[in-house]
């Protein structure tokens, strides 16, 4: 579910009900399994010894030619009434287990945080203040904790004092009274026989210390069946979180999101969004075309808006044709990168129509390469085909001579020489930003897709590279929409089309 249509990515971007998924789908889902583990054996044995023990009551209180209900009633009013209690006053465990996992999570995230920024950590001298958040993280799981403690204290000095002193009460009285009935339940004859046969005081001294073994043996059923009730409560407070989890991927995989907008009903004046239960409504469509001679991207009346709902661009209608490369520029934040996230579909579309084509013949139909590439884990072969797998390659009858070429093209030959393509490094700290750069072409150059969007990919490289790697590129036949702030590309992008197309977006 975390992996099915880009949930892992919707759920922390588009989502605003889930924090970390991560602690969710590893500790929340561990605890909450064990719970139900250790929970099984907690109520069952328990229960079971209830049941012999209550049958091998009732046959020595028959024995005994007294009455079998009256003790059984009783413990089941006294242990009933104690049991109400301890449910009226109870604090709410589920709840406060569910605050800690949270805390818990969320000093998890600061730790992680501080893990993947260390170099940007250390060059700012950013110690403190990282420190500063982190004992603030780790104070508020202790207060926490501490608060939980503190509930658990004096609701077990409770449930002890019923358990130890009431039930123990209760069980005297049980065991007495088959003794003091005994008479008015057996005939004359029988109770005057046990008033004067040694045999009557053996049997009544049998009966006591059987009885006394059973009860202690009941009342330890019991109260684990009593401490077993905050356990229960604990894992409602579990299964709130998994099962919130759960329901979260499930709407986020159909389309549904929950986040705190910027704009409401009251402030969308122009009627760009349609509101429903105060949550905007995707009323775009996303229409794949099917003829493999249709290879053009089309944006009709297609609004830019952002998961907060922050309107960039009211609408905007464009059509880009096979070979029109186009370039994008404009200042920060005017929703460049905005609009590659709707073309990838990454974004909700709440108007308007896109059209794209469908991935034919092995190909696929666009690309996306970042101004920060993503190295994965694995062999300087598995950097150059990702997202593909060997088998992926192997499939498409890609030789390693062709990998080779690939190298070159970006100017990666002396990685070629200094370590072989089943190389295992750790690639993000190995390869310098240039470097990553150039790896994230070559993947483009091996995948050779009919669009690439291209956001400010080459910003570390340098120009004469920047320039053979566009002219590469080109002769792939590869449609290139690219956003930077380089004047040099102005120059670069004349020489693939008399007639470039070039958007500036405007604040």
Excluded at 6 to 33: M, P, Q
Excluded at 64 to 93: C, D, E, Y
Excluded at 163 to 187: D, N
């Amino acid at each position: 579910m975390y992996f099915k249509n880009e949930t892992y990515y919707k759920v922390s971007n588009l989502d605003g009900r889930i924090e970390n998924a991560d602690h969710r789908l590893t500790d929340d889902i561990s605890t909450f399994s064990s719970s139900v583990a250790h929970l099984y054996s907690s109520l069952t044995k328990p229960c079971f010894d209830l049941l012999l023990i209550g049958i091998a009551m009732a046959r020595s209180s028959r024995r005994m030619k007294a009455n079998i209900v009256m003790g059984p009633a009783l413990a089941t009013i006294v242990i009933g009434t104690t049991a109400h209690i301890l449910r009226i006053v109870s604090p709410k465990f589920g709840q406060l287990v569910a605050e800690e996992a949270n805390r818990t999570g969320y000093l998890r995230h600061v730790h992680s945080k501080i893990i993947t920024n260390a170099e940007e950590i250390a060059f700012y001298g950013g110690h403190k203040v990282e420190h500063s958040q982190l004992q603030e993280a780790y104070s508020r799981l202790v207060n926490q904790m501490n608060t939980i403690f503190t509930q658990k204290l004096w609701f077990i000095m409770l449930e002890q004092f019923f358990m130890k002193y009431v039930w123990s009460g209760t069980g005297m009285v049980m065991v007495s009274l088959p003794i003091l009935t005994v008479g008015a339940a057996a005939s004359p004859e029988h109770s005057n026989l046990i008033k004067s046969d040694e045999q009557g005081v053996s049997e009544r001294t049998q009966y006591f210390t059987t009885a006394r073994n059973l009860l202690l043996s009941g009342a330890d059923a019991i109260e684990r069946l009593m401490s077993s009730y905050k356990e229960i409560v604990a894992l409602a407070g579990y299964t709130s979180r998994v099962a919130g989890m759960f329901e979260v991927f499930d709407e986020v995989n159909r389309g549904i999101y929950r986040k705190t907008t910027l704009y409401t009903e009251e402030r969308n004046l122009n009627g760009i969004l349609e509101f429903r239960n105060g949550q905007p409504v995707a009323k775009g469509q996303i229409v794949f075309s099917v003829d493999a001679k249709d290879s053009s991207i089309s944006l009709e009346n297609v609004p830019v808006v952002t998961p907060n709902c922050d309107i960039v661009v009211p609408s905007i209608s464009l059509t880009i044709e096979a070979g029109m490369h186009l370039l994008i520029t404009g200042p920060n934040g005017c929703g460049k990168s905005s609009l590659f996230r709707i073309l990838s579909g990454l974004w909700p579309i709440y108007g308007g129509t896109l059209r794209i084509p469908k991935s034919f013949g092995g190909r696929p139909s666009m690309f996306y390469i970042p101004q920060r590439p993503y190295m994965s884990c694995g062999t300087l072969l598995d950097q150059v085909i990702y997202p593909d797998t060997r088998k992926d390659m192997e499939a498409k009858k890609i030789s390693e001579a062709q990998l080779r070429e690939i190298m070159r093209m970006v100017s990666l030959e002396h990685i070629l020489d200094r370590d072989s393509f089943d190389e295992i490094r750790d690639w993000k700290d190995t390869l310098s930003g240039g470097e990553k750069q150039r790896m994230a072409i070559a993947r483009l150059f091996y995948h050779r897709p009919k669009y690439a969007l291209l956001d400010e990919c080459t910003s570390a490289v340098s120009i004469d590279v920047e320039s053979c790697i566009y002219e590469t590129a080109k002769s792939m036949d590869i449609t290139l929409l690219t956003i930077t702030h380089r004047p040099t590309l102005w120059y670069v992008s004349d020489s693939f089309s008399h007639s470039h197309p070039r958007i500036l977006f405007t604040t």
